[in-house]
Protein backbone atom coordinates (compact mmCIF):
# COMPACT_ATOMS: atom_id res chain seq x y z
CA UNK A 1 0.00 0.00 0.00
CA UNK A 2 0.97 3.75 -0.73
CA UNK A 3 1.28 6.24 1.63
CA UNK A 4 -0.21 9.26 0.89
CA UNK A 5 2.66 11.58 -0.19
CA UNK A 6 0.73 14.87 1.58
CA UNK A 7 0.82 13.61 5.11
CA UNK A 8 3.79 13.81 7.08
CA UNK A 9 5.23 10.73 8.47
CA UNK A 10 4.28 10.17 12.17
CA UNK A 11 6.96 10.21 14.27
CA UNK A 12 6.36 9.60 18.29
CA UNK A 13 8.84 11.42 19.53
CA UNK A 14 8.31 14.86 17.76
CA UNK A 15 7.07 17.73 18.37
CA UNK A 16 3.15 18.36 17.78
CA UNK A 17 2.46 19.84 14.97
CA UNK A 18 0.53 23.44 15.93
CA UNK A 19 -2.63 22.40 14.30
CA UNK A 20 -3.28 19.40 16.28
CA UNK A 21 -2.27 21.02 19.72
CA UNK A 22 -4.78 24.29 18.76
CA UNK A 23 -7.05 20.89 18.15
CA UNK A 24 -6.56 19.95 21.92
CA UNK A 25 -6.33 22.89 23.45
CA UNK A 26 -10.02 23.57 22.08
CA UNK A 27 -11.22 19.72 22.96
CA UNK A 28 -10.37 19.53 26.17
CA UNK A 29 -12.22 22.15 28.21
CA UNK A 30 -15.28 21.40 25.97
CA UNK A 31 -15.02 17.68 27.24
CA UNK A 32 -14.39 18.61 30.35
CA UNK A 33 -17.10 21.26 31.00
CA UNK A 34 -19.66 19.07 28.94
CA UNK A 35 -18.25 16.32 31.68
CA UNK A 36 -19.56 18.20 34.44
CA UNK A 37 -22.54 19.45 33.06
CA UNK A 38 -23.73 16.11 32.60
CA UNK A 39 -22.92 14.93 36.19
CA UNK A 40 -24.37 18.09 37.49
CA UNK A 41 -27.87 17.31 35.44
CA UNK A 42 -27.25 13.63 36.37
CA UNK A 43 -27.32 14.75 40.93
CA UNK A 44 -30.07 17.06 40.01
CA UNK A 45 -32.09 14.67 38.60
CA UNK A 46 -32.17 12.20 41.44
CA UNK A 47 -34.60 12.28 44.49
CA UNK A 48 -33.90 14.09 47.19
CA UNK A 49 -32.45 11.80 50.05
CA UNK A 50 -34.29 13.89 52.45
CA UNK A 51 -33.34 15.18 55.85
CA UNK A 52 -33.57 12.38 58.15
CA UNK A 53 -30.65 11.89 61.02
CA UNK A 54 -30.05 8.88 62.78
CA UNK A 55 -28.11 9.90 66.20
CA UNK A 56 -25.70 6.81 66.71
CA UNK A 57 -23.30 8.73 68.82
CA UNK A 58 -25.00 8.51 72.19
CA UNK A 59 -27.85 6.46 73.61
CA UNK A 60 -31.01 7.99 75.25
CA UNK A 61 -33.87 7.09 77.65
CA UNK A 62 -37.46 7.59 77.24
CA UNK A 63 -40.00 6.62 79.63
CA UNK A 64 -43.99 6.60 78.58
CA UNK A 65 -46.56 3.83 77.86
CA UNK A 66 -45.18 1.54 76.04
CA UNK A 67 -47.93 -0.75 73.34
CA UNK A 68 -47.22 -3.71 71.29
CA UNK A 69 -49.52 -3.34 68.87
CA UNK A 70 -50.30 -2.94 65.27
CA UNK A 71 -46.28 -2.26 65.87
CA UNK A 72 -44.07 -1.77 69.03
CA UNK A 73 -44.01 1.82 70.09
CA UNK A 74 -44.22 4.24 73.26
CA UNK A 75 -46.15 7.07 74.05
CA UNK A 76 -44.36 9.91 76.02
CA UNK A 77 -45.77 13.26 77.00
CA UNK A 78 -44.39 16.10 74.93
CA UNK A 79 -42.82 19.21 76.84
CA UNK A 80 -44.92 21.60 75.75
CA UNK A 81 -47.63 19.84 76.24
CA UNK A 82 -49.91 16.34 74.23
CA UNK A 83 -48.27 13.39 73.45
CA UNK A 84 -45.29 11.50 71.08
CA UNK A 85 -45.45 8.48 69.72
CA UNK A 86 -42.42 7.10 68.93
CA UNK A 87 -41.91 3.48 67.33
CA UNK A 88 -39.41 1.00 68.51
CA UNK A 89 -37.38 -1.03 66.20
CA UNK A 90 -33.86 -2.94 66.88
CA UNK A 91 -30.69 -2.95 65.53
CA UNK A 92 -30.81 -4.46 61.73
CA UNK A 93 -34.32 -4.81 60.50
CA UNK A 94 -36.53 -6.20 63.10
CA UNK A 95 -38.46 -4.75 65.94
CA UNK A 96 -38.64 -6.04 69.71
CA UNK A 97 -41.57 -9.08 69.89
CA UNK A 98 -39.21 -11.00 72.20
CA UNK A 99 -37.92 -8.22 74.31
CA UNK A 100 -39.30 -6.16 77.04
CA UNK A 101 -42.27 -8.66 77.02
CA UNK A 102 -42.82 -7.55 80.84
CA UNK A 103 -43.29 -4.51 79.53
CA UNK A 104 -46.05 -4.25 77.16
CA UNK A 105 -49.22 -1.88 78.02
CA UNK A 106 -48.14 -0.58 81.29
CA UNK A 107 -45.72 2.43 81.95
CA UNK A 108 -41.80 1.54 81.50
CA UNK A 109 -37.97 2.74 80.53
CA UNK A 110 -36.90 2.69 77.34
CA UNK A 111 -32.78 3.15 75.72
CA UNK A 112 -31.56 3.80 72.56
CA UNK A 113 -30.52 5.62 69.80
CA UNK A 114 -32.44 8.50 67.78
CA UNK A 115 -33.97 8.03 64.58
CA UNK A 116 -35.94 11.35 63.27
CA UNK A 117 -37.65 13.05 60.24
CA UNK A 118 -40.34 15.11 58.80
CA UNK A 119 -41.23 15.90 62.52
CA UNK A 120 -41.94 11.45 62.72
CA UNK A 121 -39.39 10.04 65.87
CA UNK A 122 -37.58 6.46 66.28
CA UNK A 123 -35.69 5.20 68.38
CA UNK A 124 -33.24 2.23 67.68
CA UNK A 125 -33.30 -0.13 71.24
CA UNK A 126 -29.67 -0.73 72.23
CA UNK A 127 -28.33 -4.51 72.13
CA UNK A 128 -27.76 -4.84 75.62
CA UNK A 129 -30.24 -5.86 78.55
CA UNK A 130 -31.22 -2.42 80.10
CA UNK A 131 -32.91 -1.46 76.69
CA UNK A 132 -36.17 -2.04 78.53
CA UNK A 133 -36.95 -1.25 82.31
CA UNK A 134 -39.15 -0.48 84.97
CA UNK A 135 -40.53 3.47 84.88
CA UNK A 136 -38.88 5.54 87.45
CA UNK A 137 -41.60 8.13 87.44
CA UNK A 138 -44.95 6.29 89.09
CA UNK A 139 -47.25 8.48 87.07
CA UNK A 140 -49.17 6.95 84.47
CA UNK A 141 -49.90 7.68 80.62
CA UNK A 142 -52.30 6.20 78.29
CA UNK A 143 -53.09 7.39 74.54
CA UNK A 144 -56.57 8.81 73.78
CA UNK A 145 -58.90 6.41 72.17
CA UNK A 146 -58.81 6.13 68.20
CA UNK A 147 -60.65 8.44 66.12
CA UNK A 148 -62.02 7.99 62.64
CA UNK A 149 -60.89 11.23 60.94
CA UNK A 150 -62.55 10.29 56.93
CA UNK A 151 -62.27 7.76 54.10
CA UNK A 152 -59.85 8.78 51.62
CA UNK A 153 -57.80 7.73 48.39
CA UNK A 154 -54.52 8.94 48.39
CA UNK A 155 -51.54 8.58 45.73
CA UNK A 156 -48.02 8.21 47.69
CA UNK A 157 -45.36 5.48 48.27
CA UNK A 158 -45.38 2.71 50.84
CA UNK A 159 -42.03 2.84 52.47
CA UNK A 160 -40.59 0.73 55.59
CA UNK A 161 -40.04 3.61 58.32
CA UNK A 162 -36.49 2.88 59.77
CA UNK A 163 -34.56 3.54 56.43
CA UNK A 164 -37.11 6.31 55.67
CA UNK A 165 -36.75 8.30 58.74
CA UNK A 166 -33.11 8.28 58.90
CA UNK A 167 -31.37 4.98 58.48
CA UNK A 168 -30.49 5.13 54.58
CA UNK A 169 -30.04 8.09 52.52
CA UNK A 170 -32.18 7.73 50.45
CA UNK A 171 -34.94 5.38 52.27
CA UNK A 172 -37.28 5.11 49.17
CA UNK A 173 -37.66 5.06 45.82
CA UNK A 174 -37.44 1.84 43.53
CA UNK A 175 -33.60 1.62 44.06
CA UNK A 176 -34.96 0.93 47.85
CA UNK A 177 -37.44 -1.55 47.14
CA UNK A 178 -35.86 -4.93 48.30
CA UNK A 179 -34.04 -3.11 51.26
CA UNK A 180 -37.61 -2.27 52.04
CA UNK A 181 -39.27 -5.37 51.49
CA UNK A 182 -36.45 -7.02 53.83
CA UNK A 183 -37.59 -3.99 56.44
CA UNK A 184 -41.07 -4.94 56.49
CA UNK A 185 -40.81 -8.69 56.80
CA UNK A 186 -38.83 -7.91 59.73
CA UNK A 187 -41.64 -6.39 61.29
CA UNK A 188 -40.53 -2.67 60.76
CA UNK A 189 -43.70 -0.15 60.44
CA UNK A 190 -44.84 0.63 56.86
CA UNK A 191 -45.38 4.52 56.49
CA UNK A 192 -47.41 5.58 53.64
CA UNK A 193 -45.67 9.11 52.44
CA UNK A 194 -48.39 11.48 50.60
CA UNK A 195 -46.25 14.43 48.88
CA UNK A 196 -47.76 17.86 48.71
CA UNK A 197 -47.08 20.32 45.95
CA UNK A 198 -45.64 22.91 48.15
CA UNK A 199 -42.70 20.55 49.19
CA UNK A 200 -44.30 19.16 52.44
CA UNK A 201 -45.01 15.68 52.85
CA UNK A 202 -47.66 13.70 55.02
CA UNK A 203 -46.43 10.11 56.70
CA UNK A 204 -49.36 8.02 57.47
CA UNK A 205 -49.24 4.31 59.71
CA UNK A 206 -49.97 1.73 56.98
CA UNK A 207 -52.26 -0.82 58.94
CA UNK A 208 -55.15 -3.15 57.69
CA UNK A 209 -59.08 -2.05 58.18
CA UNK A 210 -59.22 -3.29 61.88
CA UNK A 211 -56.19 -1.23 62.83
CA UNK A 212 -53.64 -4.46 62.95
CA UNK A 213 -50.09 -5.04 61.63
CA UNK A 214 -50.34 -5.80 57.40
CA UNK A 215 -47.35 -6.75 55.62
CA UNK A 216 -48.01 -9.33 53.31
CA UNK A 217 -50.64 -7.77 51.45
CA UNK A 218 -48.14 -4.66 50.49
CA UNK A 219 -44.96 -6.47 49.67
CA UNK A 220 -45.07 -6.17 46.05
CA UNK A 221 -46.49 -2.57 46.25
CA UNK A 222 -43.78 -1.34 48.26
CA UNK A 223 -41.33 1.85 46.97
CA UNK A 224 -43.86 2.12 43.85
CA UNK A 225 -45.94 5.12 43.61
CA UNK A 226 -50.03 3.73 44.07
CA UNK A 227 -53.37 4.58 45.07
CA UNK A 228 -54.88 3.32 47.97
CA UNK A 229 -58.03 3.39 49.71
CA UNK A 230 -58.92 3.12 53.44
CA UNK A 231 -59.61 4.95 56.84
CA UNK A 232 -57.59 7.96 58.15
CA UNK A 233 -57.57 7.11 62.04
CA UNK A 234 -56.11 9.36 64.78
CA UNK A 235 -54.32 7.94 68.08
CA UNK A 236 -52.41 11.16 70.02
CA UNK A 237 -50.33 12.49 67.33
CA UNK A 238 -50.25 9.40 65.08
CA UNK A 239 -52.47 9.05 62.09
CA UNK A 240 -53.10 5.27 60.87
CA UNK A 241 -54.10 4.57 56.89
CA UNK A 242 -56.03 1.75 57.78
CA UNK A 243 -56.16 0.24 53.95
CA UNK A 244 -58.63 -1.64 51.81
CA UNK A 245 -55.61 -4.22 50.53
CA UNK A 246 -57.90 -4.74 47.21
CA UNK A 247 -57.73 -1.14 46.55
CA UNK A 248 -54.41 -0.66 46.16
CA UNK A 249 -53.83 0.31 42.37
CA UNK A 250 -50.11 0.64 41.04
CA UNK A 251 -49.72 4.09 39.25
Known amino acids: MNARKDLPPFIGYAAAPGWVKRFYWFLIPLVLTGIT???????????????????ASQAVELEGYVQQGPYPMIHVNRPQGGIE???LVNSGKTVPTERGTAYWSRMARVKGFMIERAGRRMLELTDTDDAFGPAKDSGTLKPPLPV???????????????????????????THKACARLCLL???????????????????LVTNETGGPVTDEILDYVADP??????????????????????????
Open 85 to 87: TIF
Open 148 to 174: TLRRATLRGEIIDSKCFLGAMHPGHGR
Open 37 to 55: GLGYMIGAAQDDPGDGTWD
Open 226 to 251: VEMTGDLVRQADLVEFRIDPTSIRRL
Open 186 to 204: GGIPPLFVLRHEDGRISLY
